[in-house]
């Protein structure tokens, strides 16, 4: 039996075992493979049914948004990471709030500041003083002070106005679920996700986020300004004496279940064709670009790119109650998928070219080679 060590903020952890290689153990290298069966009736049905009322809670909560509500849940489903940008009071922090409640899991707001260090974000290790039972004094002893990071839901407020040492605390988080401080590696709440919002007003005293960053962001949705009749529920909603609060509708392990079902959803090998054409469409290096791409691109999409296609056309398929992903359910999460992955040269910030429009043309002209 392995040896534990107990954590200092009280999670016992086995000591990590030497690595035995595959080849050691048959004798030959092979990968190890997981098959997961294809949903079945009653798995689409439970997605169905729990999704729904996730849905329906955050709409009943955050008016005005269903576009925004939708892409939010395709990427949760789906297991990454959102950027939402928008101006403020759109109720960017109150979705992020809901949705926690909504599914009973822990939840931790960060303002970034400029002057926030990374210890802020992951945690850090100090000194104590601990009475020594065999002995008449005390002893010092290390211990771990985890950061606002070990929650099943983050919220990075205005990620972009922290120094690009914080920012880079998040990204070991993001990608690999653990976080490193000193000499251990930690792991994070399982599920974890990174919810991040920047405002795009006010620019003075803000850092861009880094491109190796908005890469591991599954989706950036674009959070717009409500219309004249969702105004008029918000007025309802918010400044009479009834508060709303989301009731809870699923925990973390059956949110973890759901995300299973996803990656059984099939995918047939057309699909994954043009979900390829589409991503090299965005390179003006290659053959088939279209012309906007090769005079305004600088780089396209990385190969996450491909994966947030194909893993987010999987929930929406879902979602529509289809038990296979078609062209239509690519085309929908195309935008939030590649828009903060697509890098403008000199010519397309000079002539106020949006990611919106190469996405548009991209779409358009694969479309037309289908045709």
Known sequence: MANKNEDAYGVETPETPAKETTASQNG????????????????????????????????????????????????????????????????????????????????????????????????????????????????????????????NIVLADEINRATPKTQSALLEGMQERTVSVGDRTRPLPTPFFVLATQNPLEMEGTYTLPEAQLDRFLFKIMVNFPKAVDLMRIIDNTVGTQTLRAKPVASGDQLLHLSEIVRAVPVATHIKEYAVRLLLATHPDQEDAPEKVRKYVRYGASPRGLQALIMTAKVRALLEGRYNVAIEDLHAVAFPALRHRLVLNFDGLADGVTPEELITTIVEEVEAEEE
Do not use: Y
């Open 28 to 151: 030959r290298a092979s990968a190890s493979v997981t098959q997961v069966a294809e949903p079945g009736e009653a798995d689409i049905a439970e997605f169905m049914e729990v999704t729904q009322k996730l849905e329906q809670e955050l709409r009943e909560i955050v008016v005005g948004q269903e576009r925004v509500i939708r892409e939010l849940l395709l990427a949760l489903l789906a297991g990454g990471h959102v950027l939402l940008e928008g101006v403020p009071g759109l109720g960017k922090t109150l979705l992020v709030r809901t949705l926690a409640d909504a599914l009973t899991l822990t939840f931790t707001r960060i303002q970034f500041t400029p002057d926030l260090m990374p210890a802020d974000i992951v945690g850090t290790t100090i000194v104590t003083e601990q009475t020594d039972a065999n002995s008449s004094g005390s002893r010092r002893v290390f211990s771990f002070h985890p950061g606002p990071i070990f929650a």
